[in-house]
């Protein structure tokens, strides 16, 4: 970093810490009846050292969530509120369209009971529930690890397989393609059904979907917030007998009908109108 780059960085950090200081400043005015809070420093996205995460442009990472290090995100992926993946000692990789949602942790290891340094690689259409821990494991092409499960170092789950919700898998266990595991520890269960394996790309698809209505509404603007509350109201529902003593016919306009209007190019359209 050059020297005008080290005079930007620093007079950046005056104004975020001015917000601080006022705060401070306040607290200290309400004397006995003040209750401090800590002014959140969250950061989503955040370097470690010289590690920085590369994450395709097209990818939700909700405002809760942390993407820290050495983390590489590819494009139609979407990292869920709370969901925390940490990069620090090692890599993580995740490929396209896969989904880790909500109050997830993924994280790496630099050293385990093998000796073994090793990476997360978690690959594409990919779904990972609620609440899972991956830990230094490798997860192939459109597999489905179940909300609350945990997956220790060097575990592989091969391609059309299935951890199922709550389940302990041990360290170097590897799970074959076309097979569920459940339990603590994890053992075999049986073999997916076809249907199975369609659910698991189609909830992959599920989720891309879902995070481009959730990357639009975290993109609006208040007055686009407020605007549409407006319109809601105005146009909402009412009893037919209501409307017609008072001679009011209803016609719901087309961009408020969901979902089309939370999509980025028809929430445009709409507050143009």
């Excluded at 590489?72 to 509120?81: M, R, V």
């Excluded at 092409?141 to 919700?165: I, P, Q, W």
């Excluded at 189609?202 to 959730?214: E, K, M, W």
């Excluded at 993109?219 to 003593?245: C, N, T, V, W």
């Amino acid at each position: 970093m050059g020297t005008l780059g080290r005079a930007i960085f620093t007079v950046g950090k005056w104004i975020r810490g001015t917000g601080q200081a006022m705060d401070r400043l306040g607290s200290t005015l309400q004397g006995g009846l003040r209750v401090e809070e800590r002014v959140s420093r969250h950061r989503t996205i955040m370097n470690i050292f010289e590690k920085e995460p590369r994450i395709h442009r097209d990818v939700f990472v909700a405002p809760s969530a942390a993407v820290i290090g050495d983390v590489e995100i590819g494009h139609g992926s979407s990292i869920w509120y709370g969901s925390i993946l940490r990069g620090d000692v090692n890599s993580i990789h995740i490929g396209s369209g896969t989904n880790i949602q909500d109050n997830s942790l993924v994280h790496v290891a630099k050293s385990n009971i093998s000796g073994k340094v090793l990476p997360t690689i978690i690959g594409s259409n990919v779904t990972v529930g609620h609440s899972a821990v991956l830990h230094a494991c490798t997860i192939e092409d459109e597999a489905f690890v179940g909300m609350g499960a945990t997956l220790l170092d060097g575990v592989v789950v091969e391609k059309h397989s299935m951890v199922g919700a709550g389940s302990l898998v041990k360290q170097n266990t590897r799970i074959p393609s076309g097979e569920v595991w459940v339990g603590n520890p994890a053992k075999f269960l049986r073999k997916l059904t076809e249907e199975e394996i369609a659910f698991i790309a189609q909830s992959a698809t599920n989720y891309i979907n879902l995070a481009q209505v959730h990357a639009a509404e975290n993109a609006k603007s208040f007055d686009e917030i407020e605007l549409e509350k407006m319109l809601r109201k105005k146009y909402a529902h009412k009893d037919e007998e209501y409307d017609s003593m008072l001679g009011v016919v209803r016609e719901i306009p087309p961009e408020l009908i969901l979902p089309d209007n939370i999509l980025p190019h028809n929430a445009q359209k709409a507050v143009a109108r």
